[in-house]
């Protein structure tokens, strides 16, 4: 079925910057598209970046568009986040999730979520 | 953009009982709808996809229904296991919007 590991979560001042990691395993992982979603403390889950399998095409919330970056490194097995500008309302769990097709397009289900890693933007 | 409404926010069950959850679509997303369960500190775990499909491993007490719309999920008997928050998810196009939750609680 597959495993996703999230790292690279923590304290960041506003304004500072942050990359987060989502190493990917037991699954072909360049088959896939890749999602970030995120979930504010005490609130509901927010769609925030979609990278497609073959990584041409990407989408963001207009929350994070500008300010987000993400990225896949095949090789690895590695899906990114890269993320500055952060404000104070970036603060969230941040998922990384596999959708359930393999077929390079990203609209489709979530099947597998990962463990999450915790993105806190205070000064 | 298109925007999802759960409906209700909390609903109180007793075991054994069965549950109706409710989910609107502010405009069609044809039958692209999943279902997601998540339990306090855990990720979301997939329920159902493509509004009435069951994921591996998920009983039999959960169904979906729908189209366009309007979504249902129904747990038939809900069991102590079952108590968590539940989201309606639309994969029809970006940003895949979720609903805001229907929590499942103890009556």
């Known amino acids: 079925e597959g495993q996703l590991v999230e790292s690279g979560g923590g304290l960041v001042q506003p304004g500072g910057s942050l990359t987060l990691s989502c190493s990917a395993s037991e699954f072909r992982f360049s088959a896939y598209a890749m999602h970030w979603v995120r979930q504010a403390p005490g609130k509901g889950l927010e769609s925030v970046s979609a990278?497609?399998?073959?990584?041409?095409?990407?989408n963001y919330a207009d929350s994070v568009k500008g300010r987000f970056t993400i990225s896949r490194d095949d090789s690895k097995n590695t899906l990114y986040l890269q993320m500055s500008s952060l404000r104070a309302d970036d603060t969230a769990v941040y998922y990384c999730?596999?959708?359930?097709?393999?077929?390079?397009?990203?609209?489709?289900?979530?099947?597998?979520w990962g463990r999450g890693t915790l993105v806190t933007v205070s000064s | 953009e298109i925007v999802m409404t759960q409906s209700p926010a909390t609903l109180s069950v007793s075991p054994g009982e069965r549950a109706t959850l409710s989910c609107r679509a502010s405009q069609s997303v044809s039958s692209n709808l999943a279902w997601f369960q998540q339990k306090p500190g855990q990720a979301p775990r997939l329920l159902i996809y493509?509004?009435?499909t069951r994921a591996t491993g998920i009983p039999a007490r959960f169904s979906g229904s729908g189209s366009g719309t309007e979504f249902t999920l129904t747990i038939s008997s809900l069991q102590s296991e079952d108590f968590a928050v539940y989201y309606c998810?639309?994969?029809?196009?970006?940003?895949?919007?979720f609903g805001q939750g229907t929590k499942v609680e103890i009556q």
């Open positions: 493509d509004t009435y």
């Open positions: 998810q639309q994969y029809y196009n970006w940003p895949q919007a």
């Open positions: 999730v596999k959708v359930g097709v393999k077929l390079p397009a990203w609209n489709w289900y979530f099947d597998l």
């Open positions: 990278i497609c399998g073959d990584g041409d095409c990407t």
